[in-house]
């Protein structure tokens, strides 16, 4: 063991990358050093074999040939690299030669230099691979050996390079060509009411302890009253909170803000990045200029405040064209709003309506379909466009309401027609019954191959939030939609703080691509009065939590001008570029769904003198 190690500490330097023989011009008896693992052994005789050599960074691969001299004898590097493992690190020495291309070219994930070869000479094992890892094409690694999921699994690994491009590219958008400031914020923060459960980090300082920071909301508002005009982090973030496949406890966000500046000026600035990110990651021209679509309006047509405007199944209201006994069957609500839509099975079915009245079974009758089934609003009314039944399917309307429901949603053989009744209340939250219906059917589709996936990308804004939103607390009636932070939208939205708060529009905007949210942001109050009558009087904060904020109204006070800004969940972003449904893909060590880290087994059980270290006790 001793003298293995010592023997790979001290190995030649590299004098060329992998991926720069290519173009090198081979010479007589030019010598090339080369770092890298090896691949599997070819034999090619008894006395000749060829392996490949693949790149520190895992990325191109070129031939190594070991073969006899002129009179047929075997040098010693021959049995020395023949001994070696596959995945073995290995520094080489040979001699770069000409290859003649093999047919076929390139294939994989790997880049083969096809055109250059090494004749080896010399190689040093710097370390060896085990024979209990078996590695094979189908070998799949768990979570806990997460390092060699990233080492054997090409698409993972490209996708962390790919994650590194994104950065660079924000880094050089916003610092060079915007001049945006990159600014670090403290990571141990304090607690306060601002949103989602927060880590607790206890010091030895008896009942105080630090707060993970859920965003750097407050610092970076500091920022704009310190004079700081543009400012920009690639933040690492702490949300104790349940877990989902975007959603991980600590995560990292794009975050920026600008003074003297609205929220378009934002999003002015949001668009160019995210333009240039697709032009040069994926060689996609995005439009121009990005749409926009109200709150409201995007609850009202698609069910969701992050609608996916690839798909169509618009949404309408349709109460006012329906029978009363057509109601009551789909919902005991008294005085329903029912929504409707289409879903077009018949284009992709062949028009066939038993060929959809199969699909819609399987649905119903899977687990994705048990939230719909006990909707306290009533069950989904599923109707499949049928010309060999009684008004073509529709006969539950009746003739009129078949024809004036005909008028506004038409559909074709084997398309299916779909009510859902909702409370008559304003729309709040991201999303509604027949919204999430909407895509769950469609992601049935695509799952069971039978509905093509959706193709391109659609960036949207969704403005117009409403300031607040109704709470269950009895306490208190309002709590706000996004953040307390968040200015109200214009001087009419300000006029009804005091009379009317929940009719306020707030000056937020998500930026939304594909049905995903990849950040948000708003325009700030930066006055310190208005911040006071919003945490105080609006959102009826007792003094304690008040006090939370004190040192932000301090700031605020002097002098703040106007900003806005926005964070991007940068994990997000990078998933909905690579395409990829989970943002466990794009991060070096996610945690489980359990927010656990298996390979490092964190979080780990305190011991009893960290505990008394740190005047804890558990109960």
């Not at 960036?459 to 307390?484: E, K, V």
Request: glycine share 6%.
């Amino acid at each position: 063991m001793f003298e293995s190690y010592a023997d790979s500490l001290v190995f030649p330097k590299a004098t060329h990358e992998i991926c720069d023989l290519e173009q090198l011009s081979p010479q007589e008896g030019n010598e090339v050093v080369c770092c890298g693992y090896l691949g599997a052994t070819v034999t090619l005789n008894k006395k000749a074999f060829v392996v490949p050599l693949i790149s520190r960074n895992l990325d191109y691969s070129i031939q190594i040939i070991c073969c006899p001299d002129h009179d047929g004898n075997l040098s010693p590097v021959h049995g020395k690299l023949k001994a070696l493992r596959p995945h073995t690190p290995v520094v080489l020495t040979g001699v770069l030669q000409k290859r003649k291309p093999p047919q076929g070219g390139r294939d994989g994930s790997l880049k083969n230099i096809l055109n250059r070869e090494i004749l080896v000479r010399e190689v040093q094992k710097l370390n060896q691979f085990p024979s209990d890892i078996i590695v094979t094409s189908d070998t799949v690694f768990p979570p806990e050996q997460r390092h060699l999921q990233l080492r054997m699994d090409r698409p993972l690994h490209n996708a962390l390079a790919v994650r590194a491009q994104i950065a660079r590219i924000c880094r050089d958008e916003l610092g060079e060509k915007q001049g945006f400031m990159e600014l670090e914020t403290p990571l141990l923060f304090k607690s306060t009411s601002e949103g989602a459960r927060e880590f607790i980090v206890p010091t030895r300082r008896k009942g105080l302890a630090y707060a993970l920071p859920q965003s750097p909301q407050q610092f970076k508002q500091i920022l704009m009253a310190s004079g700081v005009s543009r400012y920009y982090q690639i933040a690492k973030c702490f949300r104790d909170e349940d877990l989902r496949a975007d959603r991980q406890p600590e995560f990292t966000q794009l975050d920026l803000e600008m003074s003297f500046a609205t929220g378009a000026d934002v999003m002015d600035c949001i668009e160019n990045l995210i333009k240039r990110l697709w032009k040069e990651v994926l060689e996609i021209n995005l439009p121009v200029s990005f749409p926009g679509m109200t709150y409201m309006d995007a609850m009202s047509k698609y069910g969701s405040d992050k609608p996916d405007t690839r798909l169509d199944m618009a949404i309408s209201r349709v109460e006012h064209l329906l029978p009363p006994d057509l109601i009551t069957k789909i919902s005991s609500l008294k005085n329903p709003i029912v929504d409707a839509m289409v879903f077009p099975t018949g284009a992709v079915l062949d028009s066939n309506p038993d060929s959809t009245r199969k699909f819609m079974n399987e649905f119903l009758d899977s687990p994705e379909a048990a939230p719909f089934h006990t909707n306290p609003c009533g069950g989904p009314g599923i109707f499949i466009h049928d010309p060999a039944q009684p008004l073509q399917g529709l006969q539950a309307f009746g003739f009129k309401a078949a024809e004036d429901i005909a008028s506004i949603l038409p559909t074709q053989p084997g398309d299916v027609l779909i009510l859902q009744a909702r409370s008559r209340a304003t729309l709040t939250g991201g999303s509604t019954p027949l919204g999430l219906l909407r895509l769950a059917l469609h992601n049935a589709g695509v799952k069971s191959s039978r509905f093509p996936p959706p193709r391109g990308f659609a960036p949207l804004w969704i403005t117009h939030f409403p300031l607040f939103t109704p709470s269950d607390d009895p306490h208190q009636a309002l709590i706000s939609t996004h953040h307390p932070f968040t200015s109200p939208r214009g001087p009419k939205d300000v006029a009804v703080l005091a009379t009317d708060p929940h009719r306020a529009l707030a000056d937020h905007y998500d930026l939304v691509m594909n049905g995903v949210e990849l950040g948000g942001g708003s325009r700030r109050i930066h006055h310190a009065e208005m911040q006071s009558y919003i945490l105080r009087d609006v959102l009826k904060l007792p003094a304690e939590r008040l006090a939370e904020f004190s040192h932000l109204i301090e700031v605020l006070r002097a002098g703040c001008p106007p900003h806005a800004g926005i964070a991007l969940g940068f994990d997000r972003l990078v998933a909905v570029l690579l395409g990829r449904a989970s943002v466990r893909d794009v991060i070096a060590f996610p945690k489980s769904g359990r927010g656990e880290d298996p390979l490092v087994k964190s979080p780990a059980r305190m011991s009893d003198q960290v505990l008394e270290t740190y005047h804890l006790k558990l109960t």
